[in-house]
T-cell receptor
């Protein structure tokens, strides 16, 4: 059971480039989300999805786009990378919106924008 | 807007010592509170989840308490070991609208010295 898998692990982008961070889970979870983690700031929610075809914005959605065409996959797209998007990105999933469910995180994607 | 604070930001203790990590939140209308562990270069692992109706949860040497009225939670680690060295984060729902969108504290970096 692989859990939540993120790729790539590390990426360097030039300002203005676009890219997609991939996230896949094999637990048939309804709920998936993307967070970014910056030093001293904890994790902040970027976008989330409550099921295939349904996505919504979190706290810091600007500059990012998501889609959810399947239950398993939830890619995060950077439309035009900026140095402010240098961060560690985490994908997470949980069974549903119930308050008692464990949330599972991927191992993170380290992104540097130069 | 929910805000979560963790104090101290870093803590160093000798092996075998009992210790307490603190977490405070501003909006007491929460579904639950979760404690996570993060190892360097890794994702987050859920340690304990306390439902809003509960006062505490225990798992092995870990005990988490919740006092909604005062907006506080503590994570007690008994008989600390070097393997407990990691960053510990607490998280609560962003708002009363969803149990799964989380607001994180910035974490306490724990070092247990052999």
């Amino acid at each position: 059971n692989a859990g939540v898998t993120q790729t790539p692990k590390f990426q360097v982008l030039k300002t203005g480039q676009s890219m997609t961070l991939q996230c896949a889970q094999d637990m048939n979870h309804e709920y998936m989300s993307w967070y970014r983690q910056d030093p001293g700031m904890g994790l902040r929610l970027i976008h989330y999805s409550v099921g295939a075809g349904i996505t919504d914005q979190g706290e810091v959605p600007n500059g990012y786009n998501v889609s959810r065409s399947t239950t398993e996959d939830f890619p995060l797209r950077l439309l035009s990378a900026a140095p402010s998007q240098t961060s560690v990105y985490f994908c997470a999933s949980t069974r549903d919106r119930g308050s008692g469910n464990t949330i599972y995180f991927g191992e993170g994607s380290w992104l540097t924008v130069v | 807007k929910q805000e979560v604070t963790q104090i101290p930001a870093a803590l160093s203790v000798p092996e075998g010592e009992n210790l307490v990590l603190n977490c405070s939140f501003t909006d007491s209308a929460i579904y639950n509170l979760q404690w996570f562990r993060q190892d360097p270069g890794k994702g987050l692992t859920s340690l304990l989840l306390i439902q809003s109706s509960q006062r505490e949860q225990t798992s092995g040497r870990l005990n988490a308490s919740l006092d909604k009225s005062s907006g506080r939670s503590t994570l007690y680690i008994a008989a600390s070991q070097p393997g407990d060295s990691a960053t510990y984060l607490c998280a609560v729902p962003i708002s009363s609208g969803s149990a799964r969108q989380l607001t994180f504290g910035s974490g306490t970096q724990l070092t247990v010295l052999p």
